[in-house]
């Protein structure tokens, strides 16, 4: 529910463009058991997940849109996005202007297929996680990883003063928060009146590291399809 006692809409937004630098192949290339890989499992997650209406899935990618197709779901909708929007060089700003095109209202939930290890529970979580924070004065959500580390910048401690304590326990620490990629919420309005995905007064959703683990390189693949198969992630 949202704060104003309506259901909520919840539009999740999945871009994928065709093509990686770092790795070939990345959202289609067969993954720990899965023919079409990381858009196979993407796909299977936020369509079982609680709180979600509708799909919308933005790809310059032939191969993508074949297979997702082939689903025969009524709540995904496909997007052929123009190749202009599917370089190397194509802004996160400029993906966030192309999303307010595609979805008018309701609530947006931004997502990738390089968070394989957040499931259908971590999206449902996510979700009421989200509607809280509405009641609890946020405007959006992002998920993130908690640091607590001892974090310079090239001369200094950034989180610690060395002339209390040179060395703090951890756990004292401050925690720092790490951006993972694995979903931002908010309402499509922020989206078409401020062009973000996130609003002015953001909630941190801490998830731990496996969970909110981000397919960015190709040592990453191997290692998330590691994970994967020994049954140490679940997707």
């Not at 196979?40 to 997940?49: G, N, R, T, V």
């Not at 209406?53 to 082939?70: P, R």
Request: hydrophobic residues 40%.
């Amino acid at each position: 529910m949202s704060p104003g006692g309506e259901i909520m809409e919840v539009t999740v937004f999945l871009p994928c463009r065709r093509g990686s630098q770092r790795v070939p192949d990345k959202n289609t290339r067969p993954f720990a058991g899965y023919a079409h890989g990381l858009i196979e499992i993407k796909l299977k997650q936020i369509l079982a997940a609680r709180g979600v209406h509708k799909v919308v899935l933005s790809t310059n990618d032939e191969e993508i849109l074949a297979f997702a197709k082939g689903l025969g779901e009524s709540r995904l909708q496909l997007h052929r996005r123009d190749n202009a929007l599917g370089s190397n060089d194509t802004s996160t700003d400029a993906l966030i202007a192309h999303a307010a095109t595609l979805i008018s209202g309701g609530h947006i939930l931004w997502t990738h297929v390089t968070s394989p290890f957040f499931g259908v529970r971590e999206y449902e979580r996510a979700i009421e996680a989200y509607n809280k924070a509405l009641d609890g004065g946020f405007d959006s959500l992002m998920t993130a990883s908690v640091l607590r580390s001892f974090l310079w910048d090239k001369e200094k401690p950034v989180n610690y003063d060395r002339a209390k304590t040179k060395w703090p326990h951890t756990q004292d620490l401050p925690p720092f928060y790490e951006i993972n990629n694995a979903v931002f919420l908010a309402s499509a309005d922020i989206y078409h009146f401020s062009n973000d995905r996130i609003g002015t007064r953001p909630c941190f959703y801490p998830v731990d590291k496996i969970t909110g683990f981000d397919i960015d390189w190709l040592d990453d693949f191997e290692l998330a399809e590691r994970l994967a198969q020994a049954g140490i992630a679940s997707v």
